[in-house]
């Protein structure tokens, strides 16, 4: 991505914070990660993301989903002899549609979001709305999106190793670039 798209989405995904209630640190606010996937469609497949702290033990985010705004599908795999992480998401603003691989017989025509420009496997919906929350086991194959209003939601796991993630899409590139 540009450095001025980049900034573009920081300021977008500031505004959801301050809509959530949730204060930022001018270096967190300098520091929102974007993950725009590597498919150049940022604002419908991608990310806004801060994360407070990575220890090899715990992980704590907040993450900004634009309107109708998708994560595409992925695993948290095994990495450094370490487990998946496991990761409990609680929604803290807007509406959250988290698809997993826990219910087998879940089709698409299931799903209350449109199906998003990149491959999706999963279809077991759970909708988190403000202070309600999930928990993802390793290995889960998952992914979630906003609804029209946009989210913001608190992620705690065990430690994030994000960059070997396994999607479902093999064009996703995980780790940003600035270009």
């Given at each position: 991505?540009?450095?001025?798209?980049?900034?573009?989405?920081?300021?977008?995904a500031?505004?959801?914070?301050k809509k959530?209630g949730?204060?930022?640190?001018?270096?967190?606010a300098?520091?929102?990660?974007?993950?725009?996937?590597?498919l150049?469609?940022?604002?419908?497949?991608?990310?806004?993301?801060?994360?407070?702290v990575?220890?090899?033990?715990v992980?704590?985010?907040?993450m900004?989903?634009?309107?109708?705004?998708?994560?595409?599908?992925?695993?948290?795999?095994?990495?450094?002899?370490?487990?998946?992480?496991?990761e409990?998401f609680?929604?803290?603003?807007?509406?959250?549609?988290?698809?997993t691989?826990?219910?087998?017989?879940a089709?698409?025509?299931?799903?209350?979001?449109?199906?998003?420009?990149?491959?999706?496997?999963?279809?077991?919906?759970?909708?988190?709305?403000?202070?309600?929350?999930f928990?993802?086991?390793?290995?889960?194959?998952h992914w979630?999106?906003?609804?029209?209003?946009?989210?913001?939601?608190?992620?705690?796991?065990t430690?994030s190793?994000?960059?070997?993630?396994?999607?479902?899409?093999k064009r996703?590139?995980?780790?940003?670039?600035?270009?």
């Amino acid at each position: 991505m540009k450095k001025e798209d980049i900034l573009k989405q920081r300021e977008k995904a500031l505004e959801y914070y301050k809509k959530a209630g949730i204060v930022l640190t001018p270096k967190e606010a300098a520091n929102i990660e974007i993950a725009e996937f590597g498919l150049g469609m940022v604002d419908e497949v991608g990310l806004q993301l801060v994360t407070y702290v990575n220890t090899d033990r715990v992980c704590a985010k907040e993450m900004v989903l634009l309107p109708h705004q998708v994560c595409p599908e992925h695993r948290h795999v095994p990495t450094n002899g370490m487990e998946g992480k496991e990761e409990t998401f609680r929604c803290r603003y807007g509406k959250v549609y988290l698809y997993t691989d826990t219910d087998k017989s879940a089709k698409a025509a299931d799903i209350h979001v449109p199906l998003p420009k990149t491959n999706v496997t999963v279809f077991a919906e759970t909708v988190l709305c403000p202070g309600q929350q999930f928990t993802i086991m390793p290995g889960t194959l998952h992914w979630f999106a906003a609804g029209e209003e946009g989210a913001v939601i608190s992620e705690f796991s065990t430690h994030s190793t994000d960059e070997t993630d396994c999607f479902t899409d093999k064009r996703i590139i995980r780790i940003p670039t600035e270009e």
